[in-house]
C-alpha cells in the first residue's frame, strides 16, 4: 500500500502495530476478550486495536471502557437512543454518554466482558461503532436540518449515509479505509449557514451552483475544501480545491481523495501525517491532479461564489419547519452530557410528540423534529425541558466543552464541570445582549475546538507561586459560518483558580457584557 520498500523495522510505534495485525482483526476476538477480561489481553490490542471496533481503553478509568459510536449525519431513532441509554443505564453512577462535536454519541462505563452482548444490541437497531477511532474517517457530520429547513440547497442524509456506507462496508468494517495514514474528518453541507464547521475538516462540501458553457442553466453542485485540521503541532483550515461536484459524484470523490490519501499519505512522522502536510508537500494543483487520476475523470473548477452567506445558527429554541404544521425544537445539553434516565426520556419525547427522531448538532445539543403545532405547547411544558432548555442563558447556550481529565487522559485539566460552574459564576455576576461562544478543550489535540470559538479556553500546566496548577491558553476570534477563520492564542498559562475574572474583563471589553447591579467587586 504505503511505503513499500521501508522496512517494518524502521516503521514508527503505529504503523508497525498496523503492519503486524490489521485493526479490524479484533472484530473477531470480542468474545475470547470478554471471556478473558480486559488484565488479560494484549496491550497492543487493547489500548489501540480496539481503537477499530470504536472501544477505547481509558487508563484513567481503568476496567471503564469508552464505546464510541457512529451515527451519520448526527441522526437517532428513538429506539436507537434507547439501546444506548440501556447500555449506560446497567454501569450506575459510572455511566453516562457524551454528545461530541462530530454530531456523534460517545458512551462511557463500559466493561470488556459486555461488549458481546453490546455489539448484538446495537446490531439489532442498526448502530455500529465500527472504525470510529485511530487512523480512520470518523463520524461524517452534515446539516442537522437536513430535510426539516425551508431554505435548505441540498438535503444531506443520504450522501451522508452513502459516503459511511462506503468507507464502512455497511457498517461491517472495511479493510479497504482501516489503515490511513492518520484519521480523517468529512463533512457535507447543504444549508447556508456552514452548521457543520466546514473549515475545520480534512475534507468538505459546500453549496455552490454552477452556471457556465458546461451548465447554461443553473446547477447545485458542492465546492470542495481540503486539509483543515486541529493537533497539537499545528491548526490549518480548510483550503479550496478548486473544484466542483454534483451530488451524485460526491461519493466517487471522497473515495478518489481518500484513496490517494491512504496510498500516498505521509507515514513516518505521525505529528505530519495529516491531509494538509501531504497538500503542502505537493501543492494544491499536484494534489487536484492526483485524485482526478485516481477518479479516472477530470473535475470541474469551483465556482466562485459559494452559498455559505449566513451568520451560523444554533438550532436551540422552537422554529417552523418546512413542512405545513410542525416545528423542530432544540434543547439545550449542558456540555453534552446525558444520563440513562435522560436518554430514556428523549426517547421519550421524541416518540410521544415528534416522529420518534432525534438529531445531533456539533455545538452538542439535541433537535426533536416533527412536532406538530398541536402537540407543542404540551411539549413544552415537560419536564426534561427544565433541564435541556429552549431558552438558556446566553453564555449557558453556546458552551462546548471536550471530555476533560475526568475521563480522558490526555486532558491537562478538568472541562466539563469547571466549564458550567464558571459559566454560572459569568452569568451571575454580568448582563449579556448576546451569547458569546466559549469553548474548552482539555489538551492541545483541540477535541473542544477553541480556535472556532469568541473565546477558545485550550488546557495547560500553569504556574502560580512556583507550583504547576491547571490552567489554560486563552483563543480570540474564531469565525464560524460565513468567511468562518481560527482564531489565535492571546493569553498563555493562565491558572484556572484565577481565570474567571480575566473572562469576565474580556466579556466586558469585547462582547459588550455588563456587571449586574448587584455585583460589586474589589
Not at 446547477?219 to 503541532?233: D, E, H, M, P, R
Not at 490549518?236 to 478518489?256: F, G, H, S, T, Y
Not at 498563555?492 to 456587571?515: M, N, T, W, Y
Request: aromatic content about 8%; charged content about 25%.
Amino acid at each position: 500500500m504505503t511505503e513499500t520498500a521501508t522496512t517494518t523495522a524502521s516503521l514508527n510505534k503505529f504503523e508497525k502495530l498496523k503492519a503486524e495485525k490489521d485493526g479490524l482483526a479484533v472484530k473477531t476476538e470480542i468474545e475470547k476478550f470478554a471471556s478473558s477480561g480486559w488484565e488479560a489481553m494484549d496491550e497492543t490490542d487493547r489500548d489501540h486495536r480496539l481503537k477499530w471496533v470504536g472501544v477505547f481503553f481509558r487508563p484513567v478509568t481503568p476496567g471503564k471502557f469508552m464505546m464510541r459510536m457512529r451515527i451519520p449525519n448526527g441522526i437517532l431513532t428513538s429506539n436507537q437512543m434507547r439501546v444506548l441509554a440501556s447500555v449506560v443505564q446497567r454501569y450506575g453512577d459510572d455511566g453516562n454518554a457524551d454528545i461530541t462535536s462530530r454530531q456523534n454519541i460517545q458512551l462511557r462505563g463500559i466493561r470488556i466482558e459486555d461488549l458481546p452482548d453490546i455489539f448484538n444490541k446495537l446490531s439489532a437497531v442498526g448502530l455500529t461503532s465500527i472504525q470510529s477511532g485511530m487512523d480512520n474517517v470518523r463520524n461524517i457530520t452534515g446539516d442537522p436540518l437536513a430535510g426539516l429547513d425551508a431554505d435548505e440547497l441540498f438535503d444531506t442524509r443520504e450522501l451522508v449515509q452513502q459516503i459511511q456506507d462506503m468507507i464502512t462496508s455497511n457498517g461491517v468494517g472495511n479493510p479497504e479505509f482501516s489503515n490511513l495514514p492518520r484519521k480523517f474528518n468529512i463533512a457535507i453541507t447543504g444549508g447556508r449557514d456552514n452548521s457543520v464547521h466546514a473549515e475545520i475538516n480534512d475534507l468538505a462540501f459546500v453549496p455552490a451552483f454552477k452556471n457556465s458553457a458546461e451548465y447554461p442553466v443553473l446547477t447545485f453542485g458542492f465546492n470542495i475544501l481540503v486539509g483543515g485540521f486541529f493537533s497539537a503541532k499545528r491548526c490549518e483550515a480548510a483550503i479550496p480545491l478548486n473544484a466542483w461536484v454534483q451530488p451524485e459524484d460526491v461519493v466517487a470523490v471522497c473515495r478518489a481523495i481518500l484513496e490517494v490519501y491512504r496510498d500516498r499519505g505521509l507515514r513516518a512522522n505521525r505529528q505530519k501525517s495529516r491531509l494538509m502536510w501531504l497538500i503542502d508537500e505537493w501543492g494544491v494543483e499536484k494534489f487536484r491532479s492526483e485524485v482526478e487520476k485516481q477518479l479516472g475523470q477530470p473535475l470541474l473548477s469551483a465556482t466562485e461564489q459559494d452559498e455559505i452567506n449566513w451568520e451560523k445558527r444554533d438550532h436551540i429554541g422552537v422554529y417552523k419547519q418546512k413542512q405545513f404544521g410542525l416545528n423542530y425544537v432544540g434543547l439545550h445539553i449542558p456540555v453534552g452530557r446525558l444520563y440513562a434516565d435522560d436518554m430514556f426520556e428523549l426517547a421519550r419525547l421524541a416518540e410521544v410528540y415528534g416522529s420518534s427522531e432525534i438529531r445531533l448538532t456539533v455545538e452538542q445539543n439535541i433537535i426533536i423534529p416533527n412536532i406538530p403545532d398541536s402537540k407543542l405547547a404540551t411539549f413544552l411544558t415537560e419536564n426534561l425541558l427544565t433541564k435541556f432548555k429552549t431558552q438558556p442563558e446566553p453564555l449557558t447556550r453556546s458552551l462546548v466543552s471536550c471530555t476533560g481529565s475526568q475521563f480522558c487522559n490526555f486532558a491537562l485539566i478538568e472541562t466539563k464541570n469547571r466549564a458550567l460552574e464558571m459559566i454560572k459564576a459569568l452569568e451571575a455576576e454580568l448582563k449579556l445582549t448576546r451569547p458569546v461562544r466559549i469553548h474548552w478543550t482539555g489538551c492541545p489535540n483541540s477535541c473542544g475546538q477553541p480556535q472556532v470559538a469568541d473565546i477558545g479556553l485550550m488546557g495547560t500546566k500553569a504556574r502560580k507561586n512556583g507550583k504547576a496548577v491547571e490552567g489554560v491558553d486563552i483563543y480570540m476570534g474564531g469565525k464560524v459560518g460565513t468567511e468562518a477563520h481560527l482564531g489565535t492564542c492571546v493569553t498563555k498559562g493562565v491558572p484556572c483558580e484565577d481565570l474567571q475574572p480575566v473572562l469576565r474583563s474580556l466579556l466586558i471589553e469585547h462582547f459588550g457584557a455588563r456587571l449586574q447591579r448587584s455585583s460589586h467587586h474589589n
